[in-house]
């Protein structure tokens, strides 16, 4: 029989990933905004996501859907264990959609939907590394529901995923300028990114340190003969890629910071889906303790299979269409 509950977490890692890929650069730029001063550079900056940035959300939405279709008891104790950081992620995401639209039709107050386009990336960004580091250091759950209180979500390690998560976007953003942008913005990208670079790999570093010796069920998964063989490369090709991102800025070459940058991504999360497997409420609830019905789960599936397809053409041609470099001057997002 078909295992229909490891089809559907494959497809919501994957639709996680390309959220965390698509909108982190995108969210990235906002983080980066106070690097740049000029506001024609700030313009370039928004307009190289312009025409796409409202669609990288739809692989968020997509996640919520499945996990309420798919797996109904993650989505039910996973939102009340952190309702309070989910929440104010999704206002700082609402404050950062209206600040984008509204600041290329400001004039005199265009200054303060700058800030307010700053905090909204900063803050949902933030939010969405605490919701990452609660999710790590584990969910209480009795009876098949959240038995945790209202703020074990809050502590120095979420804190500090949160500014990890901060960090990793900026690092997406600053590859993202290096490809799509030139001249005095490029620059400055150039020498902003072995910097962000080189704190993302002690972030990487450190919670990789922290989380085995604060988690000992972790710690038996990662030590264990059959995992290690696993997770093993994952660390050292980590050392691979910061070097060469390093290496690709020093060279100036300029999709290769963007791709090694994403390549590290895709380490930090493989990483982390190895720690956890096969739990999907860790520390005790496996994915086939928490899915729904099977015929839940086919009815559900038929509809993703259609509806994938069409979101990855859709975005995939979105960005096609606007491959190319933007400039001072282009005509824009208006």
Known sequence: MIDLSLIWI????IGVFIYVVLDGFDLGLGILFPFVKDSHERDVMMNTVAPVWDGNETWMVLGGAALYAAFPMVYATVLSALYMPIILMVVALIFRGVAF???????????????A???????????????????????????????????????????FTGVGVVVLYAALGCGWLIFKTELDLQN???QLMPKLIIALFVIFG????????????IAERWFNPQQLMYFSPVPILVVIFTFLVLRACKKRYELSPFL????????????????????????SITIWEAA??????????????ILIP???????????????????GDDGYH
């Open 10 to 13: 494959v497809i919501i890692a």
């Open 101 to 115: 639209e509204f600041r290329f039709k400001a004039n005199r107050t265009k200054h303060l939907w700058d800030k």
């Open 117 to 159: 386009f700053i905090g909204g990336s900063f803050f949902a960004s933030f939010f969405q590394g605490m919701i990452l580091g609660a999710y790590i250091q584990g969910i209480k759950v009795e009876n098949h529901m959240y038995a945790g209180g209202g703020l074990d979500w809050l502590s120095p390690f979420t804190i």
């Open 188 to 190: 400055r990208m150039y």
């Open 206 to 217: 450190a919670v990789s340190i922290y989380t085995p010796l604060a988690h000992p069920q």
């Open 260 to 283: 090694y940058t994403l390549a590290l991504v895709f380490l930090a999360y493989t990483g982390f889906m190895i720690s956890l497997w096969p739990y999907v409420i860790p520390p």
């Open 292 to 305: 729904s019905p099977q015929s839940s789960q086919l009815f559900t599936l038929i509809g993703a299979l």
């Open 310 to 328: 069409i979101i990855l053409i859709y975005t995939a041609l979105s960005y096609w269409v606007f491959r190319d470099k933007v400039r001072i």
